[in-house]
């Protein structure tokens, strides 16, 4: 019993010995330690995210999207009828052609028969024509002797009426004289019929001839159809043509396009067309041609995103389709590139070919004085906030554009004020506020850089 109660005593003498140890152990603590931070009350204000503004020239770009075509593509079409006995190996979808290549021959045998037919048309009329000249110069001669021989037959009428007269010769004498002058007369008159008969002849054989010269020039025509020649340097797109096959007339059997320039078909929206065409000193009409059109835009640039890689090609405005897209109200810019396969290295960079779906970023104009801000820091109504004197104004701007990106302000707000872009709730003009710098991360990238 005395045992146990000299154990507890023990235990009670250590626990009050740990207790003092920890009461000066916080005593030298609270004595030496640092002292607490300040810190400021709320009433200081909220802490917001700022970036100074500065004035710069922005060049508006446009974006759209469209589908890459040829400029030029022409239909193959076959002129004449027949059947193919040749065809050039690169007649196939896919293949390239060069100007001048003979892509396919029909049998020109039919053809060269009708040529043959047409000539020989032609040299009867010729020979007929020479027939006719040669009348015309036999019965002029005709007349002349006719008219000759009645001029003596006359003479002779005339005196023989004055011997008749005289009594010198008797009514039977004279009567003879007249009939061999009335014989003669008809003979100078069928002459001269004879010889006009013939100019309207040479005209009907002349026209006959003319007639047969366009038609041997056709048959030519025709027979040169049979073989049909690539138009230009480039690539088949389709081809249906074998030999063998017969080939109709106006049939379609193919199509070949030009691979030096392609074109891009960009809808904008109205609201963003009108940053794309430029101003042009003293132009105060509506362009009436395509060089005067072309004054009015600037260059574009195509972009293909694949394989985790964007490849560009530079391009240029040429045409503007007329009127709106009927389903979209948008308008139509052509853009066009020169050289799509110049930049082409096999497994590094594409080329741009027909089908390709691409993005095209129009250069539009520059505005000289603007300022650039992040398109969160524009809220509703066209305001935003700026810092100044340790609280919040609110301004009102003339924005030009916006899109998801940025804002492009040009009114309402001056250079070297401080923009706020944090998000402020409640924002009430005057509250105080405490500014922190942003992050260069934060700016908007430089004017004209893709996004």
């Known amino acids: 019993m005395g045992f146990q109660l000299d154990r507890k005593a023990m235990f009670a003498l250590a626990g009050a010995a740990v207790l003092a140890v920890a009461l000066v ?45 040829p400029k030029v593509e022409v239909q193959v079409v076959p002129e004449v009828s027949g059947k193919v006995i040749q065809r050039s190996p690169g007649f196939r979808s896919g293949g390239f052609i060069q100007k001048g290549d003979l892509l396919f021959e029909i049998d020109p045998r039919d053809y060269a028969l009708a040529e043959a037919q047409r000539k ?107 073989k049909y020649s690539a138009p230009f340097d480039g690539r088949v797109r389709q081809a249906k043509a074998e030999v063998g096959d017969y080939l109709r007339a106006g049939q379609p059997i193919g199509a070949v396009h030009d691979m030096r320039v392609v074109e891009v078909p960009v809808s904008v929206p109205v609201e963003d067309a009108r940053w794309v065409v430029r101003r042009v000193e003293g132009a105060s009409r509506f362009p009436a041609s395509q060089e005067e059109a072309q004054r009015f835009f600037s260059s574009a640039e195509v972009l293909w995103h694949r394989f985790g890689q964007t490849f560009r090609w530079e391009g240029r405005v040429t045409l503007v389709e007329a009127g709106l897209d009927e389903a979209t109200r948008a308008i139509t810019f052509i853009v066009e590139v020169d050289a799509p396969l110049g930049k082409w290295v096999p497994g590094e960079y594409p080329p741009l070919i027909a089908g390709m779906f691409v993005q095209v970023r129009i250069r539009g104009i520059a505005v000289p004085e603007a300022f650039v801000i992040p398109r969160t820091a524009l809220h509703a109504g066209d305001q935003v906030h700026i810092f100044r004197g340790g609280a919040l104004d609110v301004r009102k701007v003339q924005v030009l554009r916006k899109d998801e990106s940025e804002a492009v302000v040009q009114n309402g707000v001056d250079e070297g004020e401080q923009l706020i872009l944090s998000a402020i709730p409640d924002a009430v003009p005057g509250m105080k506020l405490r500014a922190a710098e942003a992050e260069p991360g934060n700016r908007t990238p430089p004017a004209g850089r893709a996004p």
């Open 120 to 226: 020989a048309q032609l040299a009867q009329l010729e020979a007929d024509i020479q027939r006719l000249l040669q009348e015309e110069q036999n019965n002029r001669a005709d007349l002349e002797i006719s008219e000759r021989h009645l001029r003596v037959v006359q003479a002779e009428l005339d005196r023989n009426r004055r011997l008749r007269d005289q009594k010198v010769i008797s009514e039977n004498q004279y009567e003879a004289t007249l009939q061999s002058f009335l014989r003669q007369e008809r003979t100078a008159l069928a002459a001269r019929n004879a010889l006009a008969l013939i100019p309207p002849q040479l005209a009907q054989k002349r026209a006959a001839l003319q007639v047969a010269q366009a038609q041997l020039e056709e048959a030519r025509l025709n027979l040169e159809r049979t």
């Open 25 to 69: 152990v916080s005593f030298i603590l609270v004595r030496t330690g640092p002292s607490p931070s300040v810190v400021r009350p709320a009433a200081e204000g909220r802490l917001v995210r700022v970036l100074p503004l500065k004035k710069q020239e922005k060049t508006l770009w446009v974006s759209g999207y469209g589908a890459v075509r």
